[in-house]
């Protein structure tokens, strides 16, 4: 009896850059969305933020997960790109009509997080100052 061969490398079209936008102090916006990823089936590649509050994370799953991903995405409190929410639209659509072909390949994405945490902070205690 042979067995068929295993595919050499799972290869997708699914390498998708995204934009969002949060509230959340970084280092927490951080530690809650790798938590949020792994904890839905994810790893997480690299992460990282710089000092003007921008936030890079490159993460992976696969197809058959992608509701559960967008979830959590929104869940976190990320404000996604009108384009992030149509990719990911798009992607999930097309893992629904095609799940049994492509549910077990895997999607990269690159996602930017621009966070307006000091801004926030900075607004509020203008306000709290007026009142």
Do not use: K
Not at 56 to 77: Q, S
């Amino acid at each position: 009896m042979t067995l068929p061969s295993a595919p050499s490398s799972i290869s997708s079209n699914w390498a998708l850059q995204m934009r969002a936008t949060s509230m959340e102090e970084p280092a927490r916006l951080i530690s809650n969305l790798t938590g949020a990823i792994l904890g839905s089936g994810g790893w997480v590649l690299s992460r990282g933020a710089n000092d003007a509050g921008t936030i890079n994370m490159l993460f992976e799953f696969e197809r058959m997960c992608c509701v559960d991903m967008y979830t959590v995405l929104i869940a976190v409190g990320l404000e996604l790109s009108q384009l992030a929410h149509l990719r990911f639209t798009e992607l999930c659509q097309c893992t629904r009509c095609h799940f049994d072909d492509i549910g077990g390949e895997i999607v990269s994405v690159d996602l930017e997080i621009h966070s307006c945490w000091m801004e926030s902070t900075a607004c509020r205690q203008n306000s709290s100052e007026a009142a």
